[in-house]
């Protein structure tokens, strides 16, 4: 089984930064394309950023130029740089991956739980 485990919400004043984390954790022999998402109450969950195996990246047109999206393999880790942050970006971010596993051996897709960001001042 695999878990994935979003930290680095919070409260934020608009114009400024958060970096969000997700480390996943399991019998993990490899992971495949990670991304963030997010949702607003009442809105449906929205595709935020996107980073293959390869480092590929895509961005929604609404947070292009501010947000960034890295991982870290060897940690098994996907980040969300978040710059000049806005209020329509308060939502609850997710992460999402495709993960195979040393029981499985095919990718699976994978939901952390979320971490709120607020963006308000």
């Known amino acids: 089984q695999v878990q994935l485990v979003e930290s680095g919400g919070g409260l934020v004043q608009p114009g400024g930064s958060l970096r969000l984390s997700c480390a996943a954790s399991?019998?993990?022999?490899?992971?495949?394309?990670m991304n963030w998402y997010r949702q607003d109450p009442g809105k449906q969950r929205e595709l935020v950023a996107t980073?293959?195996?390869?480092?590929?990246?895509k961005y929604a047109d609404s947070v292009k130029g501010r947000f960034t999206i890295s991982r870290d393999d060897v940690k098994n880790t996907v980040y969300l740089q978040m710059n000049s942050l806005k209020p329509e970006d308060t939502a609850v971010y997710y992460c999402?991956?495709?993960?195979?596993?040393?029981?499985?051996?095919?990718?699976?897709?994978?939901w952390g739980k979320g971490t709120l960001v607020t963006v308000s001042s």
């Open positions: 999402n991956a495709d993960v195979v596993t040393y029981t499985y051996l095919s990718a699976m897709n994978y």
């Open positions: 399991g019998s993990i022999l490899r992971i495949d394309t």
């Open positions: 980073i293959t195996s390869g480092g590929s990246t």
